[in-house]
């Protein structure tokens, strides 16, 4: 089951040659390209993995949206029968935590959910059932902090390496320093956390710039001046059909 990170619909989609939907968008379109069935339960609606909450503290907030949340994935996934998937690396991360916020019968009940970010399903059960993707000659790629803490950065070169010959990620790279909210309240702390990853990466021309998180997304936008995309989306335009619209 999918549940589509909450980011995604508060920050557009950065623009894109014939229009941008953005990362859940592009991860329907791709489980349906590859025959792979997914289901996104009308509930969801108003539930969030909680980080906005933890990251400022704001403790009860945060215990009441985990137990909101948890109790509909639990239903929705049929007790951990199905995966839940979700598209933004950061909020794969904070599902992952969200059971440590309840009392601990809470925390055993719901033991057996099982998260899974968009991109190692991708790479795991899309991608070898896709179409031979249309190859870029080059693309920067800029991992994030949640991909290292999941430990899924493999995951992400993999596709990565499915749509551009050449891959790059800057030697210089590192968090964006983005933070949720912070690079939109204190812009010159990404600014900073970003100088030297940015030269590296305004010194050459790529013919994409790819990352899988919205908000790093836009702080590495933002940094180098130039557009930073889910590696979802360009998945999807790489392995769209001629008779396929998107998106």
Known sequence: MFFAACI???FAPEAAPGGAAGSAAAFLRLCDRAGVPI???????GLCCGTPWQSKGYTTGYRTMASRTLKVLWEASGHGRLPVVCDASSCTH???????ALPEPDRARFASLRFVDSVVFTADHLLPALPEPRRLRSLALHPTCSTVHLGIE???RTLA???GDEVTVPDNWGCCAFAGDRGLLH????????????AEITAG???AYASCNRTCEMGMTRATGR??????ELLDEATARSTEVTP
């Open 8 to 10: 995604g619909s508060v």
């Open 39 to 45: 289901t996104v339960p009308g509930e969801l609606a």
């Open 94 to 100: 904070g599902l992952e935590q969200l059971p440590d």
């Open 154 to 156: 493999s995951a992400l």
């Open 161 to 163: 390496a499915a749509v």
């Open 187 to 198: 812009p010159e702390v990404t600014a900073a956390a970003t100088a030297a990853q940015a």
């Open 205 to 207: 021309t790529y013919d």
């Open 227 to 232: 557009p930073y995309r889910h590696v979802l």
